[in-house]
């Protein structure tokens, strides 16, 4: 199954808001923090160019007010175009000013998540990893643990959203198997996630300037196609009439 990626940053989001759709901007109305309006605006704004080029739609303003990205009852996003479904599934992410989208283009279960390797405490450990999880983590050398956990706790997060539950379901229902933990690699590599209620989600996870990204989904997704957007709007002429 593919999945397409893709990533963007706060510099690429436009200060007007003339894209949104009509119930986003009534959405973004309602958001008091400048930094919840900033995650959610750029998050709109990846998941919009990611659905022009995956449903060959010109990027242009015109064509993006005309999809409307919705909160299911779960909190999942749930891609609309003219009122109706797009045919997608997709997962957002946002952290230190970047996005990620991940779609497919059917209807699947999938999660993706983006996380900084930082240093986290032994406390965090213990409140939110499952012995399996932690008794890798005390074997890997000291210099990747923080990439480690990172990458466990993005496979979770990741599977979480798969599920449709986010984190209202105890991290430790989830269990990470990244099989190969070697930080040394380029691109892709694969991992998979055992929900304790009977579901598996295969995915796959990759490290770059310090960004732990992950992607799960079932059925078992093949390694995500990155996806190249225009650097300018097209002129989209009648289609967007």
């Given at each position: 199954m593919n999945v397409y990626w893709l990533e963007q940053t706060e510099a690429d989001v436009p200060?007007?808001?003339d894209w949104l759709s009509e119930n986003e901007a009534s959405s973004l109305n309602r958001l008091r923090f400048a930094k919840r309006r900033a995650d959610w605006r750029l998050g709109r704004w990846t998941a919009k160019h990611a659905l022009s080029v995956c449903l060959d739609l010109p990027a242009h303003p015109e064509i993006f007010k005309k999809m409307d990205i919705r909160p299911a009852q779960s909190g999942a996003p749930e891609a609309f175009f003219v009122n109706r479904p797009a045919g997608v599934t997709i997962s957002l992410s946002h952290r230190s000013g970047v996005a990620a989208c991940a779609v497919a283009l059917s209807d699947v279960e999938i999660g993706c998540d983006l996380e900084i390797v930082e240093p986290r405490s032994d406390a965090f450990v213990a409140d939110y990893f499952t012995s399996e999880e932690q008794a890798l983590?005390?074997?890997?050398?000291?210099?990747d643990r923080p990439r480690l956990l990172a990458l466990l706790w993005s496979g979770k997060e990741s599977a979480l959203k798969a599920l449709g539950t986010g984190l209202r379901l105890d991290t430790r229902f989830v269990v990470v198997d990244p099989f190969n933990a070697s930080f040394d690699?380029?691109?892709w590599?694969?991992?998979?996630?055992?929900?304790?209620?009977?579901?598996?989600?295969?995915?796959w996870w990759q490290l770059s300037n310090n960004m732990l990204r992950t992607v799960v989904a079932s059925p078992r997704p093949d390694s995500p196609i990155p996806l190249t957007?225009?650097?300018?709007?097209?002129?989209?002429?009648?289609?967007?009439?």
């Open positions: 200060i007007e808001n983590v005390a074997r890997a050398p000291a210099s690699l380029n691109g590599s694969s991992l998979r996630v055992r929900y304790t209620g009977g579901a598996v989600f295969h995915g957007i225009p650097a300018h709007f097209f002129d989209c002429a009648s289609q967007c009439a």
